[in-house]
C-alpha cells in the first residue's frame, strides 16, 4: 500500500516537473520573433520562463497572422490602452474570471464593435 502511495507521488511530481517551462534564449527566438519582441530584448533573460514562452507563442501567431488580423490586434490595444487604468483594470478582472465559453461569447457579441477607418496612420473606433 505504502509503495503505491509513493508512486502516485511520484508520478504527480514527475507530472508537474514534464509541465514546468523552461527559459528561452534570445539567441534562439526567430529572427522575426526579435523583431516582434525587439522591446524585451534588454530585459529577456530576466522575464520568467512562463512569460517568455507566452510571449514567444504570441510573436509566432503575430507571424501568421494576415496583414488584417494584425491590423484589428493593433486598433483592440490601442482601444485598450486609450481606456483609464481603472477601467483597464475592471475589464483585466472580468476577463481572468470568465470561462473559455464566456469569452467566446463576448468577442463573439463584440466583433462588430471596431470597424476599420484608417485615417492618416490611426485607427479610429466607430461609435
Same mark, same amino acid.
Do not use: T
Given at each position: 500500500?505504502?509503495?503505491k502511495a509513493l508512486t502516485i507521488i511520484f508520478l504527480l511530481i514527475f507530472?508537474?516537473?514534464?509541465?514546468?517551462?523552461?527559459?528561452?534564449?534570445?539567441?534562439?527566438?526567430?529572427? &522575426?520573433?526579435?523583431?516582434?519582441?525587439?522591446?524585451?530584448?534588454?530585459?529577456?533573460?530576466?522575464?520568467?520562463?512562463?512569460?517568455?514562452?507566452?510571449?514567444?507563442?504570441?510573436?509566432?501567431?503575430?507571424?501568421?497572422?494576415?496583414?488584417?488580423?494584425?491590423?484589428?490586434? *493593433?486598433?483592440?490595444?490601442?482601444?485598450?490602452?486609450?481606456?483609464?487604468? &481603472?477601467? *483597464?483594470?475592471?475589464?483585466?478582472?472580468k476577463w481572468q474570471n470568465m470561462s473559455p465559453e464566456e469569452r467566446k461569447?463576448?468577442?463573439?457579441?463584440?466583433?462588430?464593435?471596431?470597424?476599420?477607418?484608417?485615417?492618416?496612420?490611426?485607427?479610429?473606433?466607430?461609435?
Open positions: 500500500m505504502m509503495s507530472c508537474a516537473a514534464s509541465h514546468a517551462q523552461d527559459p528561452i534564449a534570445w539567441e534562439d527566438l526567430s529572427a &522575426e520573433q526579435q523583431r516582434v519582441l525587439r522591446k524585451f530584448e534588454g530585459r529577456w533573460s530576466e522575464l520568467p520562463p512562463h512569460k517568455q514562452n507566452k510571449l514567444s507563442r504570441g510573436a509566432k501567431n503575430w507571424q501568421n497572422m494576415s496583414p488584417e488580423k494584425q491590423d484589428k490586434v *493593433r486598433e483592440r490595444y490601442k482601444w485598450y490602452k486609450d481606456l483609464p487604468p &481603472e477601467k *483597464r483594470e475592471k475589464l483585466r478582472e461569447e463576448f468577442r463573439k457579441k463584440h466583433k462588430d464593435k471596431f470597424k476599420h477607418k484608417k485615417k492618416k496612420g490611426s485607427w479610429k473606433e466607430d461609435r
